[in-house]
């Protein structure tokens, strides 16, 4: 077959050609440059970014006839005879091995003979080591000693996807150098170069879309162009990349935002039921919808959102229409809600379930009211001052002008006397759960927790100067988990609201008899009882649980906090 893939067909010849990876370039160049080449090298980085082609480069540059140099033989087309054998991998010195298929010690030990005699064909031995990682602890532990001192002229390359399971002995023998993901812009400019040479018709979106399902690999790249153009042709089209790369359409991502931002929860099932009968995967609709949010929110929030975001003029107009809908907070906490929620859809046994009812609840997140912007609420309407009683058709009454000591002037012509306006009437007193509510409120400025757990109470009572809280039969572990200082911490706020001092007591209402066991401090309680004590050291007990006493059917709920005396 004389067809050659993308793939190898562009595969850099030097080191100007490779694409995305500068810093390693840069230092290599200048390493050979003056002469200071290592004995080992050791590339890491995910798949398609340029390693095992950076170590044939290095490999030529180090063998070619005019090396070593940093630029072997630029010419493609009338190369030397040892670039042009490195290059289609037929050089004798050159050896380059695949770490999976010889990992055993066994394998590794002719390739350390073979490096015991100088090159016989170049003026370098290089032993490239593909995927170096898989080599098992014993073929590692034999290259060790032939690695740190290798014979002269004599070159390890390795390269590896998974740079953590090398060991840190090998590492510590070898320039190592991380190979990044290749960005979108390098990659849809690479790919247009090909497509020109190529004659490839290519929509620019086309491209973006697949420098998107490459995710950094250059190699992964090029094998999606290749794939496209066998099943569409030249002419590529958007709707034909969206089929091979079974990405979902930005119409559909917009759809789910608007159902969001617009709070119509009732368009998320069908849409929902849209994706699903399409083949979609839910898991990857939600990863693309935490996308979308992304970048509706660098919209809404960067001045030139073009530089990161690789879409045409028109989508990214309809970006912005779409994100002006909502503040940037707002975006943010969409965006932040999202990603919190992914791991939980992965774990799903439901996913379409849990998918639906959390977008639902995205619907309604704006009427979310931050527990902040409430106690600022309810502070400035305690602080505003007071209107004037309005009469009884709504206007404000004015005050009668005083009237003369003299002598009194003609009668002023009759007419229907206005009725007198009705006495405001006296402000009923607050109910003792509003009391309560303000208690609860300045606590939640200091002590939320203390409020949250406050707030799980069933009734409140207020005599006198007690402010009794009770909660729910069977739940009395709130009760008990309530400290001396959150007594203290409650006393205050009801003082402060009351303006009188305040004493606070909590309770169970009617707790059952044989209810659960609650560890707390009836257990401690009845390790200090001397009864307790001698019978433990007597029969060597050991005391498991303690449950409080039931009151009898004529004594109050007890509780924490003092008690009222019988009058």
Request: aromatic share 6%; net charge neutral; charged share 25%.
């Amino acid at each position: 077959m004389s067809y050659e893939i993308f793939a190898r067909k562009y595969r850099p010849w030097k080191f100007e050609e490779v694409v995305g990876q500068l810093s390693v370039v840069k230092t290599i160049q200048n390493a050979i440059a003056t002469g200071r080449i290592a004995q080992a090298y050791l590339f890491s980085g995910v798949r398609g970014t340029g390693k095992t082609t950076v170590a044939r480069i290095l490999a030529k540059a180090l063998n070619c006839a005019d090396g070593p140099t940093p630029n072997p033989c630029p010419d493609r087309d009338n190369p030397c005879p040892f670039c042009k054998s490195i290059h289609e991998a037929s050089a004798i010195d050159v050896l380059e091995i695949d770490g999976a298929s010889n990992r055993l010690v066994d394998d590794i030990e002719p390739i350390r003979e073979m490096v015991k005699y100088k090159p016989v064909y170049t003026r370098t031995k290089v032993l490239i080591i593909d995927e170096v990682h898989m080599l098992s602890g014993h073929a590692f532990n034999a290259l060790l000693k032939t690695l740190e001192e290798p014979p002269l002229n004599t070159v390890f390359i390795f390269a590896t996807t998974e740079f953590a399971k090398v060991p840190a002995t090998i590492v510590s023998r070898c320039q190592h150098f991380e190979f990044r993901k290749i960005s979108r812009k390098d990659i849809i400019n690479h790919l247009m170069e090909i497509a020109k040479k190529e004659a490839i018709t290519i929509t620019p979106a086309g491209l973006a879309l697949i420098a998107e399902a490459a995710d950094g690999s250059m190699r992964d790249a090029q094998s999606l162009l290749d794939q496209a153009v066998a099943f569409s042709g030249e002419n590529i089209g958007d709707d034909d990349l969206k089929t091979i790369l079974g990405t979902i359409g930005g119409d559909v991502l917009l759809r789910f935002s608007s159902a969001v931002l617009d709070e119509k929860p009732a368009e998320i099932f069908p849409l929902i039921e849209s994706v699903v009968s399409a083949g979609y995967d839910l898991r990857f609709v939600f990863g693309k919808l935490i996308e979308h949010f992304r970048a509706l929110l660098l919209v809404r929030s960067v001045e030139k959102p073009e530089d990161l975001l690789a879409v045409g003029q028109e989508d990214l107009e309809t970006l912005r229409a779409e994100a002006a809908k909502a503040s940037p907070e707002d975006l943010l906490r969409y965006l932040l809600a999202l990603q919190q929620a992914e791991p939980g859809l992965k774990f799903s046994a439901q996913p379409r379930i849990y998918c639906e009812a959390f977008l639902v609840k995205l619907c309604h997140f704006r009427k979310i009211v931050p527990l902040g912007d409430l106690i600022k609420e309810v502070e400035s309407l305690e602080a505003a001052p007071r209107a004037t009683p309005a009469g009884p058709s709504g206007t404000r009454v004015k005050a009668a002008p005083p009237q003369s000591d003299g002598p009194p002037g003609p009668a002023p012509a009759e007419g229907p006397r206005p009725a007198s306006p009705p006495a405001p009437p006296k402000p009923a007193a607050p109910a003792p759960k509003d009391i309560f509510a303000r208690v609860l409120e300045k606590l939640a400025v200091d002590r939320a927790p203390l409020a949250a757990l406050l707030g799980q109470y069933s009734t409140v009572r207020i005599k006198d100067n007690l402010l009794e809280v009770f909660f729910g039969s069977g739940r009395g572990f709130f009760v008990t988990s309530i400290q001396a200082k959150d007594l203290r911490a409650v006393e205050r706020a009801a003082t402060d609201v009351l303006g009188r001092e305040i004493k606070v007591r909590f309770a169970e209402e009617n707790p059952a008899n044989g209810g659960p066991i609650r560890p707390g401090r009836e257990l401690e309680s009845a390790m200090k009882d001397p009864a307790v004590q001698f019978f433990m050291d007597t029969f060597k007990a050991q005391v498991l649980s303690a449950d409080p006493v039931p009151p009898g059917r004529d004594q109050a709920p007890q509780g924490r906090g003092p008690r009222e005396k019988d009058t």
